[in-house]
Structure formats: C-alpha cells, structure tokens
Nanobody
Framework: EVRLVESGGGLVQPGGSLTLSCAAS????????MSWVRQAPGKGPEWVAT???????NYADSVADRFTISRDNANNTAYLQMNSLNPEDTAVYYC????????????WGQGTQVTVSS
C-alpha cells in the first residue's frame, strides 16, 4: 500500500519556523520527485517546492528565500523547512510523489495544516 504521511504542521507566530515531514512507504521513494503543494482557504493549490530524484531543488518565488526542501532516501522521508513564516503562508500543505515519466505514478498525502497567526 502506498502511503504519504505529512506531519509537523501547527500554529506558529509570524516570523517563526516549522519543519514539515513527509514519510513515504509502498513505492520506490528514491526514484520519485518529491514536491510540496499548499492550498490556502478559498484559494486553489499552489506549488511550493520540488526536489528531484537526483537532488535538484526548485522553489516558488514566494518562498525561495525562506523555505528549504530536502530528502532522506535512507529513511524514505521528505522535508520542508520553513523560516520567516508570515500569515500568507497559512494553508494545508500536501506532499506529492511523482515518478516523473509519462504515464508514471503520482501520489498525494492527506495534508497538514500550517497556521501563521499572532
């Protein structure tokens, strides 16, 4: 059974930090590109960051200087370190695993809520 389980969300004050984790199982984690996508209340999904199977990272402009995506292939886990959080970062954060090939598999986690508020 394929599973992606996000954790680490919560309530944080503006300027604070959080680290999200995405624990994967049931597929060949090291062969998949891993991404974080968020959805704020009343808005559509927004891509946040991707780390490829080869370790290349890409970020949305809105988070590029504040967030860091990483992966631990030995433990089948992806991370999103978030610094200097602001209220606009409030959203449900979803983990995505993409095989990266035409017709390949694409998996999603259930999401973890991040709320930035004083």
């Amino acid at each position: 059974e394929v599973r992606l389980v996000e954790s680490g969300g919560g309530l944080v004050q503006p300027g604070g930090s959080l680290t999200l984790s995405c624990a994967a199982s049931g597929f060949s984690f090291g062969s998949y590109d891993m991404s974080w996508v968020r959805q704020a209340p009343g808005k559509g999904p927004e891509w946040v960051a991707t780390i490829t199977s080869g370790g290349t990272t890409n970020y949305a402009d809105s988070v590029a200087d504040r967030f860091t995506i990483s992966r631990d292939n030995a433990n089948n886990t992806a991370y999103l370190q978030m610094n200097s959080l602001n209220p606009e970062d409030t959203a449900v954060y979803y983990c995505n695993a993409d095989q990266g090939i035409v017709g390949g598999f694409d998996y999603w986690g259930q999401g973890t809520q991040v709320t930035v508020s004083s």
